[in-house]
Structures are given as C-alpha cells and as structure tokens.
C-alpha cells in the first residue's frame, strides 16, 4: 500500500472516529493530528511517553535531542519557528529585513515578551543567545551553520543586526533553532530561562520531565495546564503505559511489531507522518571499489529498498531514492533514478570492471535497525556477487572509526535532520563524496537571492548525487505518533525530533 | 572480638580500593570515547578535541586514576560526562527507589521462602512436599525479566489493577502511591529470589532434621517444636544466613533488570545508560557504591552469623591467640 492512500485511509478513519466518539464533524489537518474534539479540558494534563531522555537541559551543551523535543517551542523559542509542515514562521522577531547587499539582517523584536523569570526579552538576550550557539565550547550540532556570522550588534533594545561574511539564504531558517535565553541565567543544564509557553516543572531524572503553563505568556496560551514527560529505555515498557493509560500519547513509536496492538483498537489512533530521518548505506566515495559511481549505482540497483521496507516497517515508511524527505522545499520522487533491477546492476558492474564482484566490510551500528537492514543487503548483494562483511560496531565506535578517521569501506547510518542534502557539498565529509559541480551549486544556492533560486538549485544538486548513487538512501523512516483517541491537536511529523505541546487538546 | 574487628574493617577497605583499581583499568580498557557521546552527526573536528578536553580524556591515564581517588577521599564521585552533573547525589535521588525494592523484596522473599522451605524439608516425603521442591527448582530456571513480563500482562495489561510501570514523580510524598508502583518489582524479585532461598532453607532444614543431636533431644523428651526451637534453628540458620548476604546483594544487582522491565528511576537505569554513553564517572560512581554495599551486607553477614554460632567465635578466639 503506497502512502497516499494510508493517510486517506487514516484520514477516513479518524473521521468515523470523531463522528462515533463526539457526535460532531471532525476533520484532520496536515499539521496536527487527533479528531478535533468539541469540548476540551483546557486544565488538562497530557501524560507524553518517549524514549529520548535529555541528557541535559542545555543544547550547546550536549542535551541531545531529547532536550530538542521537550523544550523546542515548548520553553524555549527561537527568533523563528520551523513548524510541523517545514515552514519559517516568525516568532520572537516580529519583523525582519535583508539589506541590499544580502549580508546584513535587521531583527525587530516582538514587544511585550518576557522571559520566565519575570525579565523583558531585550537584544542583548539574542545576541547573547546566538553568540552562545557558536562560542568556542559549544556542542551545539547547529554551530557550523553560522560560521558566515561576522558581527552582532544591538543598535537598541528592540533591534539586533547581524552581519554576515557571505549571503546564506538558510541563515532566517537556521536561526529557528537557536533558543533565546536570557542573557543572565544561570546553570542552564539544570534550569531554564525561555520565553515558551511553558516553564519548567520538576525534571526527575531517569523518569519524568513537567512542563507548567507559563501565565506570563505573550501568546496565545497553551490548551493543556501541565506536560509531563515519561521517560522509557525500553520500548515494550513505553507500549505499556500507553496500554495503560499511564501515558497519552508517544512521540515517536519506535517498534513495529507493537503497532498492531494500537492499530486495531478504537481507543488509540496511529498516526503516519513524515520524519526526516533518512536510513543510508553510506559508501566511502574516496576509496576503491566505490570510488566509482557505476559500482555504487550498481549496489543501489541490487537491493530491493521496497522489500527492505516492508520487512521492517511493513505499511509504513517512504521511499525517497535520494537524502531529501518531502518535508523538504527541494523535494523530488527519484527512486526510479536507479530503480531495484539485478541485471542492470549485473551490466553496470561489468561496466565498471567487476565482472566477478567483489568483498568489502559493512560497519554496521549494533542497534536497531541497522544488523537487519546489514544482513538484508548481504544477501541482495551476494545475488550478484559481492560479498558483504557485516562488522557490527558500538555508536561510540562508529564516531571513531568511520565519523572521525574515515576508516570504512561502506557504513550504515541514520541521518535524523531536514535539509541535510547539503552536506553532500562538502568534499571533506565522512563519505568523502567529491563533485566540484555539486559543491559549487550547494554554495551558490546558499548565496542565492531568492528561495526559488534556492530551491532550483538544491534540486540540481539532489539530482545529481542520485544519477552519481553517492549513498543508497534505503529508505526514509515513518514518523508514527501513536496516541489516545481523546486527544488532539499533537504534531505529526515532528520535524527534527521537536514536539510542540502546546497545541493538544485532551476532551473532557 | 575486637581484634576480628579491626581486621575484618581493614579487609573490607583494602578490597574496595583494590575494587576501585580494577574498575577504572577495566573502563578504559572498553574500546570507545566517552567524548562521541557530547557529539552528534555534523560535528566538527574542533567540537570533537574540545569536547575531549571538556572531560579530560585527553589527560594520561595515571593522572586521571590519582584524581579519581583524591575525589572519592572526599566522598565525591565526580561529575557526569554527558550531563554534566554530579553523579554522587543523582546516585543518592536513584537509591530513594532501588534501596526499597531491595529490602521490600528481600523481606518478602524471606518471609515465603523460611516456611515453605521448611515444610519442604519437614514433609519432603508427602505429595506437596515434593511439588514445594519442585516449583521452587522450576522458579530457579526462570529468568526475572520474564516474571515480571508476565506480571504486567496479567496484573497491569489484563487486569488493570496496578500500574505497568513508572515510579511517582515526588518520590514517596504519596506512600500509597509510591508502594503501588513498587507491588509488582517487589513481587517479580521476590518470587525469583525466594525460589533459591527455599531450597537452601530446605536443605539446612534437612541437615538438622537428620542431625543426632535433633534425636538426643526428642530422646531426652522434648517435644519435637521445642527441640526445634533450642537446638534446630541455630543450627539451620547459620549457613542460610551467608546466603541470605550474597543473596541480599545479588537482589541489589539484580534490580538493573527489574527496574528496567518496570521503566523505575533507580540505579540500574542509570548504569544501563551510563554504559550505553561511557560515562566514566557515573559507571564508576554507581559500581564504587554497590561494591561498597555488597561489602558492607558481607560483613554484617560474618559478624551475625559469629554472634549466632559460638563455634566461629571459639576457633576465632584460639586463631587470634
């Protein structure tokens, strides 16, 4: 079944769902999910189950993404919101304007915000905060998106400009994800001091995470009282305490095999998005065999993604045929680029100068789903013989091994962020993939004037890594949020592992 | 006595610093960076060395070891890798949940398991003597995990009488509460536990039901639960007693599992996941602290078992002479 007619089934169902369980007209929208409830307990709690416990609460100081669900949007909020559906909205700026020459942003801020602790957002916080993001220590995963930053300054109070060494069109979206704090808390792994329209509860670690609605809120309030997040190591356990309503609703189901308990039950709904999270068989591109794009296109044709698909996540995931997911402004369907075809694979293998095949060593994560998905292309590829070493390695070992010292001939990896094609424009990447070409378009297209421009662009550049095969993307993963049925108005896709709470209704 | 004492208090501390050698050459001989933890994909090399230095992995070994001990003369466990936090107290705020599931499961455990062993042994020859001996040797066989697996079905999935899982977020401010989300991994290690312990209080019993001075005694007139009494329990306590030490500290271990199956906030969660991070200083903060309290249970096990059996304090007395 392909996805279309999943979420229209989806969508039917949950209509029927709120027609029996209200007695109104429901509808789904494609950001939120749940049947629009009629009344709504605006002091509800919402018992949230996850599996991603932040490690701290400080995400320039390895907090992780756990840390990114829980408090993006929730306690912190950037200058902008990327929402569920991938569009910049404008959140704490309430404006903002592009000089001529492309490098210098003027911010204007929102009035009447305030952090809290009870201060006023003033331009000292954002510059603090963004400073904060790339300062020498910081862990943050977003830092060398703002290496271009050449200066900022406060002209006043409600103003911050920024001046930036070269045009970058991502700069407004890339500032989605830096949270504004306030420029004097302190021991921010241990509290906060955001904007959101929730405060920080109590945060016990190894169990749960509260989040209070925040009075002092300029927007609109949230439609719950209070958020708690369940912490779960394991998966089965997560499963349980939905059973049992102990949670309402999981952020991001992670077993397949449990979803048929949930599917079949009128009291759940299981909800398919859209993740980003791209499953890739990575081929160090510097390095013999795959230093050419015949045999990597050839070992892309040779496995069958669909059945890998299906045998792991059944009805649900997507094939994309390249790194961009449809979330994405460049987003295009190229599975047919190198379709699943043995003999063409045989042909281009000959093509390349292995008749015969060849061995080579599969670095392979020792967690789910990668020794499936290993032993999976193994035996695809020994059907025109190549033959596969699975050597499976720690998470710690394959930051070592293959991130750091490049010493790998093929690896699998999960790659979790939206518009990360680009990575495939820096030639000193772990996949060494090198096409001056595409490293030129990746360049311009981030000095481009105008997101068309832009978007033009990165469709070139994700064209050509799938004509060049420069990894197998096997497939991308479903984003299934599994929930009660009295709830509603949850994200869906939860784009890079956010999840905004604030909209949920729970019926009363 | 006194002298037993003093030797027995220096034995306990010469192990627990040689346990705390092993422990930190065992860590760093895993393969892996703790630093990769702090890192996710997109990292630059310069984030990785700062990252590495931030914890001080980049420091020799030696040195790391020596600084190590200088904490914990001070009864300070260091700071997390990954969160960085201080792990000595994140330590205290996991016991609040694994101290009495251990002792809860412990007591349990031996308040079914000294009767019904003792029947096992007392009427070993009867139909339900012999199933007595047979279900606990059948509970020894089966893994906790698994107990408790089906615990939760029946109790929590079908029965929806308690909780599946999860411990309260303000700790036992609500007792009730606290003990109901404890019921299940109290019975899952108690049920486990006590399966062993039956068939060690089964053979002592056996040991003392075949005893001569059980028969002079019933011989001299005693009445067969007075001759227990005096003389057969003493005796069958003894060696159920250094089980009941080795057990005791098994079941501490053994939350890991438990707490895991039951999503509990104690210590084995936190082991799993420093583990999974290489978290050195929360390993070794968890490891040091147990090893402190498998110690400790030992030596209260010696030392009780000395109070209960003059004999050990005799030959005791003559070696120390």
């Known amino acids: ?508 | 006595m006194t002298a037993y004492l003093l030797r027995r208090t220096a034995f306990l501390v010469v192990s627990l610093l040689l346990a705390a050698a092993v422990l930190f050459l065992l860590l760093r001989l895993l393969p892996g960076d703790p630093a990769n933890s702090l890192l996710s994909v997109g990292a630059t090399p310069d984030q990785i060395e700062a990252a590495r230095h931030q914890i001080g992995t980049d420091r020799p070994l030696p040195e790391q070891f020596v600084s190590w001990l200088g904490q914990l003369a001070t009864f300070d466990l260091g700071e997390s890798f990954v969160s960085t936090l201080p792990v000595g107290p994140e330590i205290a705020a996991r016991l609040v949940v694994t101290v009495p599931l251990t002792l809860l499961s412990f007591v349990l455990a031996v308040v079914v398991a000294v009767p019904v062993g003792f029947v096992a042994a007392h009427k070993a020859n009867t139909w339900y003597g012999s199933i007595l001996s047979g279900v606990s040797q059948l509970g020894i066989a089966v893994p906790v995990f698994w107990v408790g697996m089906l615990l939760i079905t029946v109790f929590s999935l079908s029965l929806r009488v308690l909780p599946a899982g999860g411990f309260p977020q303000d700790d036992w401010a609500d007792p009730v509460k606290a003990l109901t989300s404890l019921t299940l991994p109290v019975v899952t290690v108690a049920l486990v536990m006590s399966a062993s312990l039956i068939r060690y209080v089964r053979s002592a019993t056996l040991d003392v039901l075949g005893s001569d001075y059980l028969r002079t005694s019933r011989a001299l007139g005693s009445s067969f639960a007075r001759a227990m009494w005096r003389h057969g329990l003493r005796n069958a306590v003894v060696p159920v007693i250094s089980i009941l030490g080795i057990e005791l500290a098994s079941t501490f271990l053994g939350a890991v599992v438990v707490e895991s199956v039951f999503a509990l906030p104690g210590l084995g969660g936190m082991l799993v996941k420093g583990l999974a991070q290489h978290d050195y200083p929360v390993i070794q903060g968890i490891l040091f602290v147990s090893t402190l309290v498998v110690l400790v249970i030992g030596f209260v096990a010696d030392l009780v078992q000395r109070l209960i059996d003059p004999r050990l304090r005799h030959s005791l007395a003559r070696n120390a002479r």
Not at chain 1, 64 to 81: H, K, M, S
Not at chain 1, 119 to 130: E, F
Not at chain 1, 292 to 315: C, F, M
Request: charged residues 20%; negative net charge.
């Open chain 1, 1 to 508: 079944m392909n996805r279309k007619t999943t979420s229209l089934i989806g969508a039917a169902a949950a209509l029927a769902l709120a027609l029996t369980a209200c007695g109104g007209t429901g509808s789904t929208s494609s950001s939120s999910g749940g049947a629009t409830a009629g009344a709504y307990d605006k002091d509800a709690t919402i018992q949230v189950g996850s599996l991603y416990e932040p490690q701290n609460l400080d995400n320039t100081e390895g907090g992780g993404q756990g840390v990114t669900e829980a408090f993006n949007g929730n306690v912190y909020e950037g200058l902008f919101r990327l929402t569920d559906d991938g569009k910049v909205d404008n959140l704490l700026a309430q404006d903002y304007k592009v000089g001529s020459d492309g490098l210098t942003y003027t911010f204007t801020l929102r009035d009447g915000v305030k952090f809290h602790s009870g201060k006023a957002l003033t331009s000292a916080d954002v510059k603090y905060s963004i400073e904060k993001v790339i300062a020498p220590d910081s862990q943050s995963a977003r830092k060398s998106s703002f290496a271009g930053i050449k200066k900022i300054e406060t002209p006043d109070d409600h103003t911050v400009t920024v001046t930036l060494a070269s045009k970058s069109i991502s700069f407004v979206y890339n500032l989605s994800y830096v949270w504004i704090i306030n420029d004097q808390a302190k021991s921010l792994t241990t509290s906060e001091d955001g904007t959101g329209p929730y405060k920080l509860g109590t945060w016990k670690r190894g169990s749960t995470l509260s989040l209070d609605r925040f009075a002092g809120y300029w927007g609109t309030a949230p439609a719950n009282k209070q958020v708690v997040f369940h912490y779960f190591t394991d998966a089965t356990a997560l499963n349980n305490a939905l059973l049992t309503d102990a949670v309402d609703v999981v952020t991001s189901e992670q077993s397949p095999d449990a979803l048929a308990q949930f599917s079949g039950n009128q009291n759940y709904k299981v909800n398919n998005g859209h993740s980003t999270t791209k499953l890739l068989l990575a081929f160090n591109d510097r390095k013999a065999p795959f230093d050419k794009p015949l045999v990597r296109k050839a070992i892309t044709s040779a496995i069958d993604n669909k059945k890998l698909l299906d045998s792991i996540w059944g009805e649900y995931g997507t094939l994309i045929g390249s790194m961009v997911p449809p979330t994405d402004p460049w987003y295009e369907d190229l599975t047919k680029v190198n379709p699943y075809d043995l003999t063409l694979a045989k042909k281009e293998l000959t093509d390349a100068g292995y008749p015969n095949g060849f061995e080579f060593t599969l670095d392979t994560p020792n967690y789910d789903p990668h020794p499936t998905a290993a032993t999976f292309i193994k035996s695809e590829l020994a059907k025109v013989g190549i033959t596969v070493k699975i050597n499976i390695i720690t998470a710690d070992q394959w930051y070592t091994k293959v991130y750091k010292n490049r010493d790998f001939a093929a690896t699998m990896q999960e790659h979790v962020n939206d518009r990360d094609v680009v990575w495939y424009g820096d030639p000193d990447f772990y996949w060494g993939y090198d096409n001056p070409q595409v490293t030129d378009w990746v360049k311009q297209a981030e000095e481009s004037d105008t997101a068309d421009q832009q978007t033009a662009l990165l469709k070139k550049v994700n064209e050509q890594i799938a004509a060049d095969a420069a990894s197998d993307w096997l497939y991308l993963y479903p984003q299934i949020v599994v929930a009660s049925s009295s709830l509603s108005g949850y994200p869906l896709n939860g784009l890079n592992s956010q999840f905004y709470a604030y909209g949920i209704k729970k019926s009363a």
